[in-house]
């Protein structure tokens, strides 16, 4: 089964309007690379000029409500985040999970909102250090894709990332050989709750990728993309990362 190579950016909350000059580069490489998809998830308050920029490259959100409009304050909805221009959006980021404590049931809760209002989402997994060194990293990532797998799982519009939560922004990424066990088990996860819809769906790997370590990360087996935090901020880093998957 091929699977096109998804290398998805995340600003998280960084960046402002003159930042996003940096996705004329990033759009310029998308489209010098056809075999693989880009997308790049902003702030919310710059989806729209973002979009208006790169109207060709893929724009996403980083977090939406699971409901669709109410009394919530601070929050925005999937179908305010695809008015603003965003084709996709990030449910469930460890750094969502741990500051606005969210549970597996609001990540799924999310990830229904994205597939109700027609745009894509990219639902994230992870083990702390301490599960880790516990021996439980498997047990703790397949049950989080039990508990926030949406209704209506399909690769056309839900990927997986899985992101060890002690490699984001450390420098610290897991061996390859690390990466591929995660992935396959994930992967097997899948087919029990999805059946061969789970060959098809993208399971991408976040926490520390560089274009130094992007070929190396990429090439492991089920890894069919990345989702970048820092080196997504400039197109002097992330374009590289592009550039690996493309020759994969
Ligand atoms: P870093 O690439 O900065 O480690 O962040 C990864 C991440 O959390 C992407 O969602």
């Given at each position: 089964?091929?699977?096109r190579?998804?290398?998805a950016g995340n600003w998280k909350m960084n960046g402002d309007a003159a930042a996003l000059a940096e996705l004329d580069g990033i759009a310029a490489a998308a489209k010098a690379a056809p075999r693989v998809d880009v997308a790049i998830a902003v702030p919310a308050t710059l989806i729209?000029?973002?979009h208006a920029r790169v109207p060709g490259l893929s724009i996403g959100a980083e977090d939406i409500h699971a409901a669709d409009k109410g009394a919530h304050t601070g929050c925005v909805s999937a179908a305010m985040v695809k008015e603003a221009g965003a084709s996709f959006t990030i449910v469930g980021h460890s750094e969502?999970?741990?500051d606005q404590h969210e549970t597996d049931a609001d990540v799924r809760g999310k990830a229904e909102a994205a597939r109700r209002?027609?745009?894509a989402a990219i639902l994230c997994v992870g083990e702390t250090?301490?599960?880790?060194?516990?021996?439980h990293a498997e047990a703790v990532v397949t049950a989080q894709i039990a508990g926030s797998l949406p209704e209506g799982a399909a690769a056309d519009w839900l990927s997986i990332a899985y992101e060890p939560v002690w490699a984001i922004g450390t420098g610290r990424t897991p061996?390859?050989?690390?990466?591929?066990?995660?992935?396959g088990?994930?992967?097997?996860?899948?087919?029990?709750?999805?059946?061969?819809?789970?060959?098809k769906m993208r399971l991408l790997y976040g926490g520390s990728v560089t274009p130094d370590n992007a070929t190396e990360l990429l090439g492991a087996s089920d890894v069919d993309g990345a989702l970048v935090g820092g080196a997504s901020l400039t197109a002097a880093k992330f374009v590289p990362i592009i550039e690996a998957a493309a020759k994969l």
């Open positions: 089964m091929t699977r190579k998804l290398i729209a000029p973002a969502r999970r741990a209002n027609g745009i250090l301490e599960q880790r060194d516990a021996g061996t390859v050989g690390d990466v591929a066990a995660m992935h088990a994930i992967r097997a996860k899948l087919r029990a709750l999805i059946g061969g819809e789970a060959d």
